[in-house]
């Protein structure tokens, strides 16, 4: 949930945004986010005053900023949805031969 709801602002598109950056953050390590803390007030907290979920190491660079772009505290500074849909075009139009080598650089040494 977008901190920002937290705060009694508005659903906007910008929470959205931070949702989107959290669904992509959760194919990385195949689980929900602070799945290893309780969450309650003290959760709500650390989130209003800037956690998020740490990023895994085999998580590519391109990915994580992406991530901590949609995730930035303060809203103005997410990206837009055009943005993001430029992001993911350029990011899909690897080819086969970079993604292949990307997890076998992974495998071996991840």
């Not at 290893?36 to 391109?62: F, M, N, S, W």
């Amino acid at each position: 949930m977008d901190p920002e709801l937290f705060k009694n602002q508005p659903h906007s598109y910008l929470s959205d945004i931070y949702s989107i950056g959290i669904t992509i953050w959760q194919l990385t390590p195949g689980h929900r986010p602070f799945h290893d803390q309780e969450h309650g007030p003290k959760l709500i907290l650390d989130i209003l005053d800037g956690k998020r979920p740490e990023i895994t190491e085999a998580t590519l660079e391109c990915w994580a900023n992406l991530m901590k772009r949609c995730w930035h505290s303060n809203p103005s500074q997410q990206p837009t949805i055009y943005s993001l849909l430029l992001d993911f075009r350029f990011f899909i139009s690897w080819s086969e031969y970079e993604i292949k080598n990307f997890f076998q650089i992974n495998m071996i040494f991840g």
